[in-house]
């Protein structure tokens, strides 16, 4: 367990900074690193006023500020980036420069830091390309063409993680990289698939799926998902080390996923196809071994009892949900 720690996020008022920090805060000094806590995840979480949580309002793009915020952490975890299809498409240049060169301002902050005893990067599957089945660690790598602006978010990620590499390699700096798959749960309140699913099954509206719905995702609750970063953040083998975290055993296609949420909500929705307008994943799938040796993780919540937890939580704030995701871009994230 970690104990007496100065923990920083980057990203901190996002869905997964703000669920690892409720699992951290009450043993330890958590500094949330944000642009805002107004309008995400932190708004909704039991944090506001915690004694052990410091906001830090700051863009990863200032330097200066940023190198400030992580002189004396103990642990960073470097989770702050641009995401969202509609969003990379239509910001491409600030999606690269949040992503690579924001990372690059983080590594170079921690580099002057020699107390710190660990630097988690967030990268994403997305490095794998549109064909990613059971794919592990070492598998190649897979960029579309430069003209397809929908990846361009992929690039910045998989830059970044070839620079957090070479400040292990270089400076010794701890670094562990992190490419989550599909993660979910009670808390995410930006524009995501499952959130829009639900709120449209709650009120019998019709749900959207892009494409013909057979593309193909591993849903891996917040949790599950949490117990492995943890694992990341103290485990000595993961040093150096890149890491797949999804849970492969809650595969199903988005159409399933879609019929999934109408039967759990038992709602009277219909689930219609539109054209998604950009490129797509066909499929997104990881082989976890890796984590399962070095980490010890194993992931339990099905996609049963995580939607199910889900729904619950959406039922009791969906009027303020519903506003919030209404008023966002309508190309969620798969």
């Known amino acids: 367990m970690i104990k007496g720690k100065k923990i920083l996020i980057t990203g901190g008022g996002g869905f997964i900074g703000v669920s690892l920090a409720q699992r951290l805060v009450d043993n330890n000094r958590v500094v949330l690193l944000d642009r805002n806590f107004n309008e995400n995840a932190f708004a909704y979480s039991n944090l506001k006023g915690h004694k052990n949580i410091e906001l830090s309002r700051v863009d990863i793009l ?18 702050a980036a641009m995401v969202g299809v509609q969003e990379v498409i239509s910001n491409a240049l600030d999606t690269l420069e949040v992503n690579y060169t924001g990372t ?16 988690v990067c967030f990268s994403t599957s997305e490095v794998f390309g549109s064909n990613a089945f059971r794919v592990a660690e070492n598998a190649d790598s897979a960029l579309a063409s430069v003209q397809d602006v929908r990846w361009c978010y992929c690039v910045s990620k998989l830059a970044a993680e070839h620079l957090a590499f070479s400040y292990h390699r270089q400076q010794g700096l701890p670094v562990v990289v992190i490419r989550p798959f599909n993660i979910f749960g009670v808390g995410r309140v930006g524009d995501h698939v499952v959130l829009r699913f639900i709120l449209k099954a709650l009120e019998n509206q019709d749900l959207e799926v892009y494409g013909d719905g057979t593309q193909i995702r591993a849903w891996c609750y917040i949790d599950d998902f949490c117990d492995a970063l943890v694992k990341a953040m103290e485990v000595e083998g ?4 890149a890491f797949n975290i999804g849970n492969p055993l809650n595969t199903v296609t988005v159409y399933a996923l879609a019929q999934e949420v109408v039967r759990l909500c038992k709602s009277k929705s219909k689930i219609a196809f539109r054209a998604p307008g950009f490129a797509d994943v066909d499929i997104r799938v990881p082989n976890i071994d890796k984590a399962r040796e070095i980490l010890g993780f194993d992931p339990k919540v099905t996609l049963q ?9 959406v039922r009791l704030h969906k009027d303020e949900l519903t506003r919030y995701v209404s008023a966002r871009r309508r190309e969620y994230i798969v």
Do not use: F, Y
């Open 104 to 119: 690059s301002n983080l590594l170079k902050a921690v580099s002057k830091n020699h107390d710190c005893e660990r630097v």
């Open 305 to 313: 009892d995580g939607l199910t937890r889900n729904i619950a939580w």
């Open 62 to 79: 200032d330097a200066a500020a940023l190198t400030k915020a992580v002189a004396d952490a103990g642990i960073v975890v470097h989770m």
């Open 238 to 241: 993961a040093i150096g080390q």
